[in-house]
């Protein structure tokens, strides 16, 4: 059993940056794939970003996001830049491995002036 907690959203300016953070505990190793995904309201859940244990990272946005991990404190980052509106979301956490899956509740992003 993997438990995910995420932290860093909260309102932002459009243009503005976040850092998101996903905790790991439980039994978290380097086999899992770790990533982001949002989902906002009547909106389907969509990928944003992922990081394998091997550091390889699949992005929906190369320029403006970047997800990064630190091993030591089992926690992986998504920072986030230049925000637009539409990207008003709950953002979750996710921790695969073969066909385990495992989510976090999700922290909550909202651009607006």
């Known amino acids: 059993q993997v438990q995910l907690v995420e932290s860093g959203g909260g309102l932002v300016q459009p243009g503005g940056s976040l850092r998101l953070s996903c905790e790991a505990s439980g039994n978290i190793h380097s086999g899992y794939i770790m990533g982001w995904y949002r989902q906002a309201p009547g909106k389907q859940r969509e990928f944003v970003a992922s990081?394998?244990?091997?550091?390889v990272i699949s992005s929906a946005d190369y320029v403006r996001f970047t997800i990064s991990s630190d091993d030591a404190k089992n926690t992986v980052y998504h920072q986030m830049n230049s925000l637009k509106p539409e990207e008003t979301a709950v953002y979750l956490c996710?921790?695969?491995?073969?066909?385990?899956?495992?989510w976090g509740r999700g922290t909550q992003v909202t651009v607006a002036s």
């Open positions: 996710n921790a695969k491995y073969t066909v385990y899956c495992q």
């Open positions: 990081v394998t244990g091997d550091g």
